[in-house]
């Protein structure tokens, strides 16, 4: 899906033109993987439009920029204001929101402290990631032959762009065989994540999900789903999974700003459960979907724009 021009973009501090927001090819970014992002979405709710889960990701990025040894010259005030000032700019009443930290044009060594910290905020309308099907009928993926990140080698609790090339290989890999998207082993075997999914699954009623030391990235969905499902009364186990577990499991699901929940049908041609979205899946879309679509907010998960 090409990206839907909007009228505004939110660059170093200033709101300019969309066509306007350029940047040098010889940036660090460009040619080291220098950045760090988040990606939050904007829901359309009665009372306007609705930021889900804002603080908790803006304490993301802000953990991200430590890890990376990046100092924002922006407060977390600041960030939030400028992100609801790019969606009135773009008069938006949802959308998907891409604050994007880089390294500029100075000099071209891998050293990035020489380069200027430079920021942007994007706002653009995004449907349903993985297909307008996916959050009903689910998903087929297949393991990947790529696995995540080995500790100690690329900061997988960053939401970090180099890290990315991982995913994109993990992503082409699938398309080429036919699937959507994959999920990834860690480097000891255990499952992961997808490559911008987390994941979770079903068995004989309880929920599992692997911990964060099993290479993910710390979630905001896979969050807020933690808290859904305990609310509702099932036991969540954040625990190392064995691949094998995905396949005998009564239902798996992929949980991500992008994604939201998205149920998975199969897994390597080996159907899922009944092979379609189980019971407590669609009973953690609608407890999610009823706060998105601002009907409830007993978390204080939104900021409204208005
Ligand atoms: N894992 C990876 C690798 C991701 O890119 C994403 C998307 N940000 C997720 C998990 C899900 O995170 P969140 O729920 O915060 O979007």
Redesign the pocket.
């Known amino acids: 899906m090409a990206l839907e021009k909007e009228a505004k973009i939110w660059f170093n501090g200033k709101l300019v033109d969309w066509d306007e927001a350029k940047i040098h090819v010889l940036s660090h970014v460009l040619h080291y993987g220098s950045s760090i992002f988040?990606?939050i979405r904007c829901y359309k709710t009665e009372k306007g439009p609705a930021i889900f889960?804002l603080k908790?990701?803006l304490l993301?990025m802000l953990r991200s920029c430590k890890i990376y040894r990046i100092e924002l010259p922006y407060s977390r005030e600041e960030i939030k204001q400028a992100i609801i000032d790019t969606i009135k700019a773009n008069n938006l009443e949802e959308c998907y929101i891409r604050p994007l930290v880089f390294r500029g044009y100075d000099s071209l060594g891998v050293n990035p402290y020489p380069c200027p910290v430079e920021m942007v905020i994007a706002t653009w309308k995004w449907g349903r990631y993985l297909g307008e099907d996916a959050i009903e009928k689910g998903v087929a993926v297949k393991v990947s032959s790529w696995n995540r990140m080995a500790p100690n080698t690329f900061p997988?609790l960053a939401?970090l762009g180099g890290?990315?090339i991982n995913?994109q290989l993990m992503k082409m890999e699938a398309i080429s065989d036919g699937y959507s998207e994959a999920i990834a082993l860690d480097t000891f075997g255990y499952v992961s994540?997808?490559?911008?999914?987390?994941i979770f699954l079903v068995l004989e009623g309880k929920i599992y999900t692997p911990p964060l030391y099993a290479s993910?990235?710390?979630?905001?969905?896979?969050?807020?789903v933690i808290t859904l499902a305990k609310d509702l009364g099932y036991e969540v186990k954040e625990e190392l999974i064995p691949r094998e577990m995905l396949y005998i499991a009564d239902e798996v699901f992929f949980?991500?700003?992008?994604?939201e929940i998205s149920p998975i049908n199969s897994i390597d041609k080996i159907k899922i459960g009944g092979g379609g979205r189980g019971p407590i899946t669609k009973e953690l879309q609608e407890a999610f979907f009823r706060i998105t679509s601002g009907k409830e907010d007993k978390y204080g998960w939104l900021t409204f724009v208005k």
């Open positions: 988040e990606g889960r908790a990701h993301r997988f939401k890290n990315y995913s994540e997808g490559g911008g999914e987390n993910i990235l710390p979630g905001i969905t896979r969050d807020s949980t991500g700003t992008a994604a």
